[in-house]
C-alpha cells in the first residue's frame, strides 16, 4: 500500500420502505463508487428500507425484502471494487437489529449490530430494535454462511476498518474508541441524524472530536432528504476527518443523492500512533476488552489501489492558504513569541539587543522586541539595535534596518565591522580577496562577539534571530548567528516568516513602521556576506546556494511531522509542486536536504532556549533528539533511487 485509502460517503435517493427502488439506487453508488476506484464506502443508517419506517419495521414483508436486497447486493457486488457498507435492519432469534452490512467481492464479511440506541426526544428506536448487548451470539447465518455478528475490526490488507452507527458517537464511551484502541484506522458512521438548527456545526465539532482523539480517519454518513418529512427533516449530511482535520464535507444544508469522495493518508495516522506513547498507554491501561479482527480478502499483497490523487497536498503546510486564518495563525504566534521572551526577561531583567541586518529575520525578533517592551510597560529604548555593515551590506538593507529602529524609537548602534574583519584575517593569515567560507564566518563571528560585548556593557541578553528552516538546513554559523542568550524565531520556518511581518503591518502594531516592513518583505534572501554586485545589488541569494526554502518547508514538515520516507516526500511534493518545480529539480534539493539535515547536527544539538509555537521544532530539549553523528546513507540511497 502507498499509505492512501480512498473513501466516500454515498447518500442515496432513499424511497421509505421501497426497498427494491432503494436496492436499486444502492447499486447505481456502487457503480459509481467503483469506478471512482473508491476503496471503502458508507451508505447511511437503515439505508436499504429508510430510517424512518417505524411500525413498518415488524412487517414480515419489508424484512423478508429487506433480505433479498442484500442478497442482491452481494451478488452485484463480485465484479465491483472496493468494500460498501451498507444500513439494514436484521430479523435474529426473535429480535431485531439495527446493523450494518459489511460487503466485498461478492462476501458478506460481517454484520455489526448498533451498540446504543436513542429513545428520547424524537427518538424511540428500541420500540423495534434491541442492543448489540441483547444477544450472546457472535456469528450469524447469511445466506447459508456463518457471518460475524457484533463489533469488529476489518482488515482489508492494506487498511484497518471499523463501524459504528448514528447514535453509538454520542455516547461517553463511543464503540469507536475501542475499535480504534483495537486497531481501526478508519471508522465508518451510518447515521440518520435529524437536520435541527446549529446541529451541523455540533456534529463536525463531534466527528473532529473523535477522530482527533483516535487518531483515526472516520467518515460519517447520514440519510438525505429523501426520508419521511412526517415530522423531522433529514439533511443527507457527510463529513469526512483526518485525525481532528476535515477532508471533506458536503456542501448544502439539506441534499440527496450524491457521492462525497476524498483520499486520506494513513500514513499520518500510523505516524502518530506509533509516536504517541499515551495512545499505546490508554490501550493498555484500558478497562473493557479489545474487539476481534475479521479478515477482509479485498486487496492483494503490496496491490495499490490509490495514490492519492484526490488528496490535497498543501504547497505550504506550514502556511494556511485561507487568508484570514493566515492572519489570525500569525498573530497568535506573534503572541506566543513576545510571551516567551516577556517570561524571560521579566526573570532575568535588563534590555534586548538585536542584531538588525534589513532582513526578514531580523526584523520579526525586533518587532518581537518591541511589542515585549510596550506589554511590559517598558520604554521601546530598552531594546537596542545594532547593525553591523560590512563587505556584503547593500543601500537597501542598510538603509531599511536604520528606518526600521528609527521608527520604532529604540537604542539605535551602528557599528562598522570591515575594519575588525580585515584584522582579524590578517591575523589568521587569510587573503581577504578569497571569498571563501572563512571570509564569510569572520563576518558572521564578528558580528556576534559585537552583539555579546554590546550586551554585556548596557546590561542586556541578545535575541536570537535564526528561524526553523535555518536550522534544519545548517544555514547558520556555528557561535555565530546559531548563538543568542534567546531564540524568538527558532520554530518558525522561512516560508511563515514574511506572512508574520505582514501580520504586524497589516494590523498596524507599529504604524510608523508600516512601509519599511513591507520593503523588507520583498527584499530577496541573503546573509550579505558577499560583496554585492556593481549596480549595488544582492549578488549573494540563500535560495540559489541551497535550495528553494518553498521545497526545504515541505520536506522538513513531512520529515519532523510525520516520519515520511524520502520515496513518499518526493511523491508528494511532485504533485504538490507540478507546473512549478521539475521532478529533477525537486530530487536536487531533496538530496541537499537530507544531507544538511544529517550533517548539520551538530549546531542544533547545542541551541540556546527557543519558545516553540508549532506542530514542530528542532530544540534539542524538546521535539527532536538526534545524534550527531548518525548516517544519512539509508535516506541518500532511496533519493538516488528515485
Not at 443527507?236 to 486520506?264: A, F, P
Not at 500512533?273 to 476481534?292: A, E, H, W
Request: proline share 4%; glycine share 6%; with cysteine.
Amino acid at each position: 500500500m502507498n499509505d492512501f485509502v480512498r473513501v466516500a460517503s454515498a447518500v442515496i435517493k432513499t424511497t421509505v420502505a421501497d426497498t427494491t427502488k432503494n436496492t436499486e439506487e444502492h447499486i447505481k453508488m456502487m457503480e459509481k463508487s467503483s469506478k471512482e476506484n473508491v476503496d471503502i464506502t458508507v451508505f447511511p443508517e437503515l439505508s436499504i428500507t429508510g430510517y424512518t419506517c417505524q411500525d413498518l419495521f415488524f412487517q414480515k414483508e419489508l424484512l423478508d425484502k429487506t433480505y433479498s436486497s442484500l442478497i442482491e447486493i452481494k451478488k452485484k457486488s463480485e465484479k465491483l471494487k472496493g468494500i460498501f457498507v451498507v444500513g439494514a435492519p436484521i430479523k435474529h432469534k426473535n429480535q431485531l437489529f439495527n446493523c450494518a452490512v459489511v460487503i466485498s467481492k461478492g462476501t458478506v464479511y460481517g454484520i455489526v449490530p448498533k451498540t446504543y440506541l436513542p429513545n428520547y426526544n424524537e427518538f424511540y428506536e428500541k420500540r423495534w430494535f434491541s442492543t448489540s448487548m441483547d444477544t450472546e451470539d457472535s456469528f450469524i447465518n447469511f445466506d447459508g454462511e456463518e457471518v460475524p455478528f457484533s463489533q469488529n475490526v476489518f482488515d482489508a490488507k492494506g487498511f484497518t476498518f471499523g463501524v459504528e452507527i448514528c447514535e453509538d458517537l454520542w455516547t461517553p464511551i463511543p464503540p469507536s474508541t475501542v475499535l480504534s484502541m483495537s486497531g481501526a484506522e478508519i471508522i465508518l458512521n451510518l447515521s440518520a441524524s435529524n437536520a435541527l438548527i446549529g446541529k451541523r456545526d455540533y456534529v463536525n465539532s463531534m466527528v473532529k472530536q473523535n477522530s482527533g482523539s483516535n487518531i483515526a480517519t472516520y467518515v460519517y454518513c447520514s440519510a438525505g432528504s429523501g426520508e419521511s418529512t412526517q415530522d423531522l427533516i433529514y439533511s443527507g449530511h457527510s463529513i469526512i476527518c483526518e485525525n481532528g482535520v476535515i477532508l471533506k464535507e458536503n456542501k448544502e444544508i439539506i441534499e440527496n443523492n450524491y457521492l462525497l469522495i476524498t483520499d486520506t493518508d494513513l500514513g499520518k495516522i500510523r505516524f502518530d500512533r506509533l509516536k504517541n506513547k499515551s495512545y499505546k498507554d490508554c490501550i493498555t491501561n484500558n478497562m473493557f476488552s479489545t474487539f476481534d479482527t475479521v479478515n477482509v480478502d479485498y486487496l492483494s499483497d503490496n496491490e495499490i489501489v490509490t495514490k492519492g490523487e484526490m488528496y490535497y497536498i498543501d504547497r505550504t503546510p506550514f502556511v494556511p492558504s485561507n487568508n484570514s486564518k493566515k492572519l489570525e495563525r500569525c498573530l497568535e504566534i506573534f503572541s506566543m513569541q513576545v510571551e516567551g521572551l516577556r517570561k524571560r526577561i521579566s526573570v532575568i531583567g535588563g534590555k534586548m539587543v538585536v542584531g538588525v541586518s534589513g532582513g526578514l529575520d531580523s526584523t520579526l525578533a525586533l518587532l518581537v522586541c518591541g511589542e515585549v517592551c510596550r506589554r511590559m510597560g517598558k520604554p521601546m529604548t530598552d531594546v537596542v539595535g545594532v547593525t553591523m555593515p560590512c563587505f556584503g551590506t547593500t543601500d537597501r538593507t542598510y538603509n531599511n534596518s536604520l528606518d526600521l529602529m528609527r521608527t520604532l524609537g529604540i537604542t539605535t548602534m551602528e557599528i562598522p565591522i570591515a575594519d575588525s574583519c580585515r584584522q582579524h584575517m590578517k591575523d589568521i593569515g587569510h587573503n581577504e580577496e578569497v571569498h571563501d567560507i572563512t571570509y564569510e564566518n569572520v563576518q558572521a563571528r564578528e558580528r556576534t562577539q559585537v552583539l555579546m560585548d554590546v550586551a554585556n556593557k548596557v546590561g542586556g541578553i541578545v535575541v536570537g534571530t535564526g528561524d526553523l528552516s535555518e536550522l534544519a538546513l545548517g544555514w547558520c554559523t556555528y557561535n555565530a548567528d546559531h548563538m543568542s542568550m534567546y531564540g524568538v524565531n527558532a520554530s518558525i520556518p522561512k516560508t511563515l516568516i514574511k506572512w508574520m511581518i505582514d501580520a504586524v503591518a497589516k494590523n498596524n502594531i507599529f504604524n510608523d513602521s508600516t512601509a519599511t516592513l513591507e520593503d523588507i518583505i520583498d527584499t530577496p534572501i541573503s546573509p550579505e556576506l558577499l560583496p554585492p554586485t556593481k549596480d549595488g545589488k544582492i549578488a549573494q541569494k540563500t535560495e540559489e546556494k541551497v535550495g528553494p526554502y518553498l521545497l526545504h518547508d515541505f520536506f522538513l514538515y513531512y520529515v519532523l511531522r510525520f516520519g515520511f520516507r524520502p520515496k513518499k516526500i518526493y511523491s508528494l511534493a511532485v504533485t504538490a509542486f507540478d507546473g512549478e518545480f521539475n521532478k529533477d529539480t525537486i530530487k536536487k534539493w531533496l538530496k541537499t536536504f537530507y544531507h544538511r539535515f544529517f550533517t548539520q547536527q551538530f549546531k542544533r544539538s547545542c541551541l540556546p532556549d527557543c519558545v516553540k509555537v508549532g506542530s514542530v521544532c528542532l530544540s534539542p530539549r524538546g521535539d527532536w533528539r538526534m545524534p550527531t553523528d548518525s548516517s544519512a546513507k539509508l535516506w541518500l540511497d532511496e533519493v538516488e533511487s528515485l
